[in-house]
């Protein structure tokens, strides 16, 4: 796989489309600071797939985009496309060529294409992966970074050369899923922690919800019978009901009918009324518009008069102004013949000075073109003179850099011989020092071998000490954590004593009681010490009585049971001293097994001996039952015998024991009381004997690391001097060689310096013929430039003289037309004030004919305005005298319309009557019907269907023939039994299905996601073991390749690279370098271009253990001198053979590693231009390149 072609446009500086082809070897891509060069760079790492602004050396998008410069405007689109040849399928693509390409929009938009086809950003990584190496786009920051980055940083560079990142990203993605995995099953745990005692609950749920549901079958069964009862008699309410609602029913419709009647008679007589109060009205309006028509007749008149006095006037005025407009018509049409006559002399005077300048202007057109031909033949014979004298300059300079070079190179000459000379005196010298430095370094190695020896001693020891402050250290830990553990219990158990927990509730209150009374009360338990053996024989002997509280006097026991009383605090037994009766003493038997009487076994404070002889006089301590049954017999009334094992056995011959009921606790925690004091002190004590030991272990580490710091520190020198005088070697070695180098440089140097003079020779002769004869050549042209001057300036005066004459006659032509132009527009005026006058005098004819029509209509009008008026006079009179009998016949009919209202109250009073009726009888069967809806709603609420009822189902109840009272006291005792089962939940039965089979499967998961995790951290283990492996196989072979890299490029010194932590998977990655001359430094001391050529080294190493198919390097080579840049040129070429390199440099040394070569230049409007060059266009400027076009 190989970069095929680079096609950029629009992005950053190129904005025009530019396409680099890139063949196998080594491109060099070269430029002037800020031409754009870099760019390319950026482009191929934008396009495949970077995302981080800053390694594009930008802050947005925008910033990729061409911005525009000089007279070029800004593009909206950057885009760039790479083609790769793809025919070992590195890429994971099948096609032999794959091309990438990006687009940037200036809104923030990406578009992605791969071989044309639209694709995501995810497709273009993953299908770029095997590119995804930190060393295939290298530039100077990189080449810092590798020495800058810390070394936990910099082992990243070694995991791509050993092509385990992806084993990394697996490693990463399974340690997620593992958490994820561990979370899911912590959290599954959880459910299951949760829903097993939800499981208990439900189990019992579900049996109540059966037994509920038989209870409520039977309810169900009684409930059926008694609400039929009830169901029947509300539908016998309302057959009643609706009897008595039909009855009034049948009256209302009666009354109803004879409403109508009435009602019917009534509307007639109103319809009758109605129809005479139309015809009254309508006369009224005959009237009224009668009156009307005459008050609009009088209008008219009086406004038909007032027109005709109004038309009469305006037609005397219209009179006057024709005779005006006569006469202004008379003295317009005079000025106008008079301004016809002015433009008719004006016009031909124009014509005659127009002749006349076409005349002059003829006359000039011949003076311009004998100027024009004198001016070309001018610039000719000076263009020919300044490229003769150009000539002339050119050969002088050659001649006089010939004579520099040839004076030069004749003091080269000679200072080469001194030098050679020289020269072999240095090599004579440097073998004998090269002799001296052999025999110091074999001396200074045994030196050397010898110390670190004594060290490997010294640290065996360091170890050993280490080895025993490790066992010390974890005695300390022991005795540290069994003294927290005393002094938890400790503190654990006063907590308890002083909280009065297990004591009786009574006992704790009277103890409470005491202490603020400031009374001497004991509990027995707290009085007597039992031997740990006795323990348990003693809590069976005495039970209970180990919280009897023991008082001084009676009065004390009296006051504490009355302040019991008195706040209900509970009860206690009390113990008087100075009440109580003591046992009489007693013989015991003396047998086997027989441990004496209890008493006697234990001890205690002598003021409290009536106390536990009382308790404890009158019992026997044995080993077991068997020994108890021997010595019965012996016993007189009133003892009581336990055994070891908390058997107890009372004179009478009556036995208790079996299964332990309860620990020897009470006893037990008052004796760890006592004893863990001393214990904890004990503790204690070994904690700090230990502490000591450890104290001394760890001042012996101190001695022995001192020791193998002496040891390190004699070493160190030791290898300090081994290695300086190892350096010393090589650099006598290396100064042996070069002076051998410089010798043979210096005779080679000396011959071609001779050969290049007598070249020079011959071209200082040809130069100075050159010279003559462009002397000649100039003497000629500057004569023919003196005489073309001459004749350009007589041309010259002629033409001015003739531009003058044309100027006045044009003068003269354009006043001629301005005097034409004024005397037409006044033609224009007094034609258009003629037109006017003419026109206002024809409308003004026009407005009196109209007039005259207008006063005769208005004669006419009034002739026919007068015979109306007459006629409405008449009509008027005539309907007042209409009006009288129509009002007569209105007033009777309202006389019988009020006799109708009064009979039609009377039957709507009746009709009233019969719906109060009715709605007596309609409450009556709504109230039954409400009855009846209440029996249905009860039912509805106890779920029985009457409708649907099944007499069969209620046969025991009907057969039985209970009462109305019995079955309501049989329901009543159904429902207490469903109350006395509590809130029952119905859904148990199935809720408990379903939980439990949310168990089953939760249960089936937490086993697979446990195998799962299980395969997960196997594959985490393989994984790593198989990154490990290729991590120290890489990393071998780097440092080895890495050695011999930084002796090739510096030309000796040693160099090395070492794991900080060899047993650590994570180890960071140290360089340890010795440039040549040098001794061992930090890499921080090294000078700048000293640490670029060991950051090259380092990357040559990388590439060589694991070569990429391309890499671009952007100005790897800045900071090297030439010598370096030598060296670095024979890595590229050497390591070519298997890598693709792009190259972006300033030096001429890298770029003569090139087989095919890019110049990159800008233009004045901010544009990148590449140009293919040639080796021969590159000029050296001060060790940097520097383009030099040719035009051809």
Not at 567 to 591: E, K, N, W
Request: proline letters at 2%; glycine letters at 4%; a negative charge.
């Amino acid at each position: 796989m190989y970069l095929k072609r680079l096609e950029i446009q629009g992005f950053k500086t190129f904005a025009n489309r530019t396409v680099i082809e890139f063949p196998l070897g080594v491109t060099a891509i070269v430029g002037p600071n800020g031409s754009g060069k870099s760019n390319v760079t950026d482009a191929i790492r934008w396009v495949l797939g970077e995302q981080s602004f800053s390694a594009l050396r930008c802050r947005r998008t925008e910033d990729l985009i061409y911005s525009g410069g000089g007279k070029r405007a800004a593009q909206g689109m950057a885009e760039v496309a790479l083609t790769i040849d793809n025919t070992d399928r590195t890429l994971p693509l099948d096609f032999n060529e794959v091309t990438i390409m990006r687009r940037s929009f200036r809104s923030g938009e990406n578009e992605y294409f791969l071989n044309k086809n639209k694709v995501r950003l995810r497709d273009i990584q993953e299908a770029t992966s095997p590119l995804a190496s930190s060393y295939t786009l290298i530039n100077q920051g990189l080449v810092d970074a590798a020495l800058t980055l810390r070394p936990e940083e910099r082992r990243s560079l070694f995991e791509d050369a050993a092509s385990i990142s992806l084993s990394v990203s697996k490693r990463a993605e399974a340690e997620r899923r593992l958490k994820q995995t561990e979370d899911n099953l912590g959290r599954i745990l959880d459910t299951l922690a949760e829903i097993e005692p939800r499981l208990k609950v439900l189990r019992r749920q579900a049996r109540e919800a059966e037994q509920v549901h038989e209870i409520e079958t039977a309810l169900q069964q009684a409930l059926l019978v008694a609400y039929r009862r009830q169901w029947q008699a509300a539908q016998s309410l309302v057959a009643q009901a609706e009897t008595t609602f039909a009855a009034a029913e049948q009256a209302l419709t009666q009354a109803q009918i004879e409403h109508s009647q009435s009602e019917h008679q009534l509307g007639a007589l109103r319809q009758q009324r109605d129809a005479q109060q139309q015809v009254v009205e309508h006369k009224q309006q005959q009237l009224a518009q009668f009156e009307r028509e005459w008050e609009t007749i009088e209008r008219e008149w009086a406004v038909l008069s007032e027109r005709q006095q109004a038309l009469i006037t305006r037609r005397d005025e219209a009179n006057e102004r024709q005779q005006t407009f006569e006469h202004e018509q008379t003295q317009a049409h005079a000025r106008a013949l008079e301004l016809a006559e002015q433009a008719t002399q004006a016009q031909a005077a124009l014509l005659a000075q127009r002749q006349a300048l076409s005349t002059i202007e003829a006359g000039e057109q011949a003076t311009i073109a004998a100027r024009r031909d004198a001016e070309q033949a001018l610039k000719q014979a000076e263009a020919a003179a300044l490229q003769a004298s150009k000539a002339l300059n050119e050969a002088e300079q050659r001649a006089k850099l010939q004579h520099e070079r040839w004076q030069a190179l004749d003091n080269e000459l000679a200072a080469n011989q001194q030098k050679l000379a020289a020269s072999q005196d240095r090599i004579q010298q440097a073998q004998s020092q090269h002799e001296q430095a052999q025999a110091l370094y074999q001396q200074a190695e045994l030196a050397y071998n010898q110390a670190q020896t004594n060290e490997e001693a010294a640290q065996k020891s360091l170890l050993e000490a280490r080895n025993l402050r490790r066992e010390h250290e974890e005695a300390v830990a022991y005795a540290r954590r069994e003294a927290d553990a005393l002094h938890s219990r400790l503190d654990a158990l006063r907590r308890t004593a002083v909280a009065g927990a297990g004591m009786f509730t009574g006992v704790r209150a009277a103890l409470q009681w005491a202490e603020k009374q400031q009374r001497q009360f004991a509990v027995v338990a707290s009085v007597i010490e039992v031997p740990a053996e006795l323990e348990t024989a003693l809590e069976v002997a005495l039970g209970a009585r180990l919280q009897n509280i023991i008082v001084p006097q009676w009065d004390d026991a009296e006051a504490a049971i009355a302040e019991l009383k008195r706040t209900d605090a509970g009860r206690a037994t009390f113990l008087p001293l100075d009440s109580l009766r003591s046992p009489r003493p007693s013989r015991i038997p003396q047998a086997k097994g027989v441990l004496g009487v209890a008493s006697e076994l234990v001890n205690y404070a002598e003021n409290y001996e009536r106390a536990v002889q009382h308790l404890l006089g009158r019992t026997i301590v044995v080993e077991d039952l068997a020994t108890a049954r021997r010595i019965l017999a012996e016993l007189d009334g009133g003892w009581t015998i336990v055994t070891l094992g908390g058997e107890q056995v009372g004179s009478s011959g009556a036995m208790t024991g079996g299964a332990k009921t309860r620990e020897a606790g009470t006893l037990r925690r008052e004796r760890e009381l006592r004893e863990l004091p001393a214990q904890l002190a004990s503790a204690q004590q070994q904690l700090s004997n230990n502490e000591q030991t450890l104290k001394q272990a760890i001042d012996a580490i101190g001695i022995a690391e001192k020791a193998v710091r002496e040891a390190d520190q004699v070493r160190r020198t030791n290898r300090s001097a081994m290695e300086k005088a190892r350096d010393s070697l090589a650099q006598r070695q290396r100064g042996l060689q070069q002076s051998e180098q410089e010798h043979q440089w210096q005779a080679q140097r000396s011959t071609n310096v001779q050969q290049e003079q007598a070249s020079l020779s011959e071209q200082i002769a040809a130069s100075q013929a050159e010279i003559e004869r462009h002397l000649t050549v100039v003497a000629e042209h500057e004569s023919a430039v003196a005489a073309a001057r001459n004749q350009a300036e007589i041309a010259a005066d002629a033409s001015r003289a003739s531009e003058e004459r044309v100027a006045a006659a044009r003068a003269a032509i354009v006043s001629s037309d301005a005097t034409l132009q004024a005397t037409q527009r006044a033609q224009r005026d007094q034609q258009q004030l003629i037109d006017g006058l003419v026109r206002r005098s024809r409308d003004d004819q026009q407005r009196q004919h109209e007039l005259a029509e207008q006063l005769a209509l208005t004669e006419a009008q009034s002739v026919v305005l007068a015979e109306r008026r007459q006629q409405a006079s008449a009509q008027r009179e005539a309907a007042n005298a209409e009006q009288a009998p129509v009002l007569e016949a209105l007033s009777q009919i309202n006389l019988a319309l009020q006799q109708a209202e009064q009979h039609e109250r009377a039957a709507a009073q009746a009709f009233v009557q019969a719906q109060a009726s009715l709605s007596r009888a309609e409450s009556q069967v709504a109230s039954a019907n409400t009855r009846r809806d209440h029996v249905w709603e009860r039912c509805a609420e106890e779920n029985i269907d009457i409708e649907q009822l099944d007499v069969s189902q209620t046969a025991a109840f009907e057969q039985a023939e209970l009462s109305a009272q019995a079955l309501n006291e049989h329901i009543d005792q159904l429902r207490n039994k469903v109350r006395r089962m509590g809130t029952i939940n119905p859904l148990a039965p199935q809720e408990y299905t379903e939980l439990g089979e949310r168990h089953q499967f939760l249960t089936e998961q937490v086993r697979d996601i446990r195998h799962a995790a299980d395969g997960l951290r196997e594959l985490i283990n393989e994984l790593e073991t198989a990154m490990n492996s290729r991590f120290a196989q890489t990393f071998s072979a780097v440092a080895e390749e890495f050695s011999q890299a930084f002796t090739r490029l510096f030309g000796g010194g040693t160099a090395q690279l070492i794991l900080n932590d060899p047993n650590s998977s994570e180890s960071g990655i140290d360089i340890i370098a010795q440039p040549p001359g040098k001794r061992r430094q930090p890499l921080s001391l090294l000078s700048g271009g000293e640490r670029s050529l060991t950051a090259v080294a380092l990357l040559v190493a990388l590439l060589k253990v694991n070569p990429t198919p391309f890499c671009v390097m952007d100005e790897v080579d800045a900071a090297l001198d030439e010598a370096n840049v030598v060296r670095l040129r024979e890595q590229l070429l050497e390591m070519s053979q298997h890598t693709q390199f792009v190259l972006v440099t300033h030096n001429r040394g890298t770029v003569e590693a090139a087989s095919t070569l890019y110049g990159v230049t800008m233009n004045p409007d901010g544009a990148s231009k590449v140009l293919s060059i040639r080796l021969d266009q590159l000029v050296d400027d001060g060790g940097a390149v520097r383009i030099v076009e040719t035009v051809g």
